[in-house]
């Protein structure tokens, strides 16, 4: 039997670093194992808050990085399909016509859409119609695949359940077309970000704040960033950053707990507690630099994946645009 279909992916806007690997990619990497994955390097949805020349001209190194970061993850090309968006251009079409189906009020009350304008600086008379459409561009991203699971963050899960209710109206207006796509959010609590810029520790690891360790970081990089993570007072370990690193990549649960009551004890200090959790840290680190070794010592072969990628996604995205157009009767 077919294995059912799955969409998930990042926007190329910079390297990918701890939080995003154990809040989605190594869920990722264990879906293939049920799902058909298609990947999205979403490039287009960068563009919703970032398209000076500048912006766009650092694009190709992004898509880059993000997916060696991915391959180096265990992303397997012979079984996921990763793609680039803008490679994809029927996905534009079926946007299109998905807009006839939106109520515009739907989009303007969004929380993520105010939120993205304000990071980005945006006043509300500046907000462009591509960023207020954004969820319509993700809902066709995930109908034109016919994905039935998508996983996403807590803040993109309203997204999601937009691309189900217009796959709902559609296939109820139109005839039965689409898949209808269902969220899941990640359950893992986010991981705090490292002290190397003031407060860093006290907001989660995120790609602008200057707090991540980033998966391609070298091993002196990584012990240097955990070391910078402050001190709990014996007794409070369990409120420290440092503790959610521990819990995030010590994976044995007697060893985690032992650690929590020998600091608190005051049987060890902090800098054994450091030492450990890099310790954790590189058990997982060290295949994830040895497999991006291997792709990045081959530079076409990482480009040939992302071309093979988007031509799959092509061959399916048209598909379903002639299912659109035709249940539509255009
Ligand atoms: P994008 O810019 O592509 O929207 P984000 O940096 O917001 O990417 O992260 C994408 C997803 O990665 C989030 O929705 C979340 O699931 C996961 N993620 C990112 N940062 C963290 C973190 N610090 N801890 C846990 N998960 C994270
Ligand atoms: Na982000």
């Not at 993520?112 to 119609?129: C, R, W, Y």
């Not at 840290?281 to 994946?305: M, S």
Request: net charge negative; glycine share 8%.
């Amino acid at each position: 039997a077919r294995k059912p279909r799955l969409l998930t992916g990042d926007r190329p806007t910079g390297p990918l670093h701890l939080g995003h690997l154990v809040g989605t990619l190594q869920s990722r990497v264990k879906l293939q194992e049920s799902h058909e994955c298609f990947i999205i390097v979403a490039d287009l949805h960068s563009l919703t808050t970032r398209s000076r020349r500048d912006e766009i001209a650092r694009l190709p190194n992004h898509v880059r990085d993000v997916v060696l970061d991915m391959l180096s993850v265990g992303v397997d090309p012979g079984r996921s399909t990763i793609y680039l968006q803008s490679g994809v251009p029927a996905v534009y079409d079926i946007a299109i016509l998905l807009q006839m189906l939106t109520p515009v009020a739907r989009l303007s009350g969004m929380q993520s859409i105010h939120d993205m304008a304000k990071n980005a600086g945006l006043g509300d008379a500046d907000v462009p119609l591509g960023l207020l459409g954004y969820p319509v561009l993700q809902a066709a991203d995930i109908l034109m695949a016919n994905a039935e699971l998508v996983p996403v963050g807590a803040d993109n899960e309203i997204h999601v359940t937009l691309a189900r209710d217009i796959a709902l109206h559609f296939n109820d207006a139109y005839g039965q077309v689409f898949a209808v796509p269902s969220p899941t959010v990640s359950a893992t609590p986010a991981l705090p970000g490292v002290n190397t810029v003031a407060g860093g520790a006290d907001r989660k690891m995120s790609k602008s704040a200057g707090n991540a360790i980033w998966l391609k970081d070298s091993p002196d990089e990584v012990a240097r960033k955990i070391r910078t993570l402050p001190g709990p007072a014996p007794g409070e370990s369990t409120r420290a950053p440092l503790f959610r690193f521990a819990e995030a990549f010590i994976r044995d649960a007697d060893e985690l707990a032992n650690l929590h009551a020998e600091y608190d004890r005051g049987a060890i200090g902090f800098a054994a507690v450091q030492d450990r959790v890099i310790e954790a840290l590189e058990k997982t680190l060290v295949p994830i630099r040895e497999r991006r070794a291997e792709f990045a010592a081959d530079q076409h072969r990482t480009e040939e994946i992302i071309v093979d990628g988007t031509i799959t996604a092509r061959k399916v995205a048209y598909e379903t645009l002639g299912k659109v157009r035709d249940a539509m009767g255009l």
